[in-house]
């Protein structure tokens, strides 16, 4: 959809390789490297207007995102991005850690995951710089 058009007014494509539900940090960096990575045709969807609009809120009780840091959490067998239902992957900070870092490697980890491939190294490369 084009930059300035509203999505009532866009005419988006019949069929997607993937559909991303949430525009925060980590649905928007797995689209970007399912698109960029491997041609994927990606539907973001998203119900505030503004992408990534919601990134940093929810955390009446002083955590960011909501999210509890404890021990117990890292030790759950259900994270990570794949799920029980096929062709499902979660992304963000429910993958692996919690903050901005963390969903942003949520992203790239659920990113891996539905493409079969580790998009970590393209990720973590530097280009262009100089020591």
């Known amino acids: 959809m084009a930059q300035g058009i509203l999505y009532k007014q866009a005419k988006l494509a019949n069929e997607w390789d993937a559909i991303v539900i949430g525009s925060g940090i980590g649905g928007l960096t797995a ?9 994927k045709r990606l539907l973001v969807l ?6 990534g609009r919601f990134a940093h809120t929810n955390y009446g009780s002083g955590e ?23 062709g499902l992957y979660l992304t963000g900070q429910d993958v692996a850690s919690l903050g901005v870092v963390g969903a942003l490697f949520g992203g790239v980890i ?21 020591s």
């Open 46 to 51: 998203e119900r505030h207007y503004a992408a």
């Open 64 to 86: 960011i995102y909501g999210i509890v840091a404890t021990p117990a959490r890292y030790a759950m067998r259900g994270l990570g991005a794949r799920t029980p239902v096929r």
């Open 110 to 130: 659920c990113a891996s995951a539905a493409l079969g491939k580790n998009l970590m190294p393209a990720v973590t490369k530097a280009r262009g710089v100089r």
């Open 31 to 39: 689209a970007v490297l399912m698109g960029r990575h491997a041609g």
